[in-house]
């Protein structure tokens, strides 16, 4: 292949030819015309900068090897629950100077901002274990019915429930194997009786809950 051109190197594959790992080199300023992937992929920056540009394509696909496609300009829409990390995102947003970042407040722990349109895609980053059982049951679907046709929702940094120790909160061996009650009260014990003394007992097993306690939690 010239050097001109990108390079594409098969890392792994597995037996189904279903996922595999590439590696690929760019020489640098290389430019590639606009294309369909036709699947999804994660991708992953080692070294260097790629630009991406999008585009929505306006004929019906009729004309083989032709196309009228038109660059399309992505809006990043995020939800929080807590006015104070709310203030937080803007700012940051702010001072990179991203115009197409959007922020609404949610209502409440069950509740989406109203209007919000439809999505290509929804990203719950290491959110989905500080959800409450019910709270699950009622925004995921909500979130699933705000996806455009095609969209992918993605649930990601989320720990693994039955790892050997929580690692999240109280970072005791096992704790995620116990039933709530027996988790509670080791919870309680590894803070120490005297802190526990002064707190409500039931308040600070809710919290640990919010915090990720058990990881993703079954049962509250």
Known sequence: MSSSKAKLYLLSEDDRHEYALYAVSEKLGNMSPP???????????IEGEELNKFYRRLDNGENEGQAQICESHSEIVGIELQGKLLELAMLRRDHYGYSNVEFFQSPDSCNL????????????SAVL????????????PKLWQLLALGGILFIDQT?????????HTTHLPLINYFPSKLACFCA?????????????????????????????????
Do not use: Q
């Open 159 to 167: 720990p693994f429930r039955y790892f050997p120790i929580e690692v």
């Open 188 to 220: 309680n014990k590894h803070v120490g009786d005297e802190y526990i003394n002064n707190i409500n007992v039931a308040a600070y097993w809710f919290s640990n809950l919010l915090s990720g306690c058990k990881n993703c939690p079954k049962y509250v």
């Open 113 to 124: 901002h109203e209007n919000l349109g439809n999505f290509d895609y929804i990203v719950l």
């Open 35 to 45: 294309h369909d992937h036709t699947t999804w992929a994660v991708i992953a920056g």
């Open 129 to 140: 274990e500080h959800m409450l059982p019910n709270e699950r049951k009622i925004l995921i």
